[in-house]
């Protein structure tokens, strides 16, 4: 082998090393991006949807039987859009569990005590000396506890593990909007004889 042709060789295998370092060099703030970019299209999903769940959940629940545990239950996994136990399709902070539905009366506190059952509720309404218990509106909204305040909202929870605690795209210390629906009670599940 002539002396150009071996100097040609060397300079083809320099040339891969240099272009595996500068692949890595774009890869890694390409990815950052790409991983951002994802978390940040799930981030608008999850504010878009929460407010369906809600609207949904008050939907079902002012026509559900609210003293039946099983059929609370089967409203709050299908406002998540489920038939069984789980995370909302794409957002695992989001659960059936975290659906507060709450009974409040004409002042807008929660209705105590409850009435027995949704013809007692009707017979509630219509004594002047039970209006607190009688329930006019239903409430729904996403909660770690047990109201709608702004203290009990979800945090949003990045897919991307390192996205977590970096500081160019910190997700973690966003709240998810807890998207209060009120809505005036109807049948509450009764059903005339």
């Known amino acids: 082998m ?64 609210f003293t039946d545990a099983a059929t609370i239950t089967a409203v709050r996994r299908s406002a998540v859009m489920r038939t069984t136990a789980g995370p909302l399709p794409g957002a695992p902070e989001v659960t ?46 996403l909660s770690t506890g047990t109201g709608c305040g702004a203290n009990e909202r979800l945090s949003f929870v990045p897919l991307s593990s390192f996205l977590s605690g970096s500081g160019l795209a910190d997700f973690t210390s966003l709240r998810i909007p807890s998207s209060t629906v009120r809505m005036p009670s109807e049948s509450l599940g009764f059903t005339p004889f």
């Not at 027995?116 to 239903?138: E, H, K, M, Q, Y």
């Open 2 to 65: 002539d002396r150009p042709a071996r100097h040609r060789c060397h300079a083809t295998h320099r040339q891969r090393g240099a272009a595996a370092v500068e692949l890595a060099l774009i890869a890694i703030p390409f990815f950052f991006l790409l991983f951002a970019l994802i978390e940040f299209g799930r981030l608008l999903y999850l504010w878009n949807t929460v407010q369906e769940v809600t609207r949904n959940a008050a939907r079902l629940a002012v026509v559900a039987n």
């Open 96 to 141: 059936d569990a975290n659906v507060v539905i709450r009974y409040l009366n004409a002042a807008g506190n929660p209705a105590a005590p409850l009435p027995l059952d949704p013809g007692d509720n009707i017979a509630a309404c219509l004594d002047a000396t039970r209006t607190s218990s009688c329930i006019r509106f239903v409430e729904a909204c």
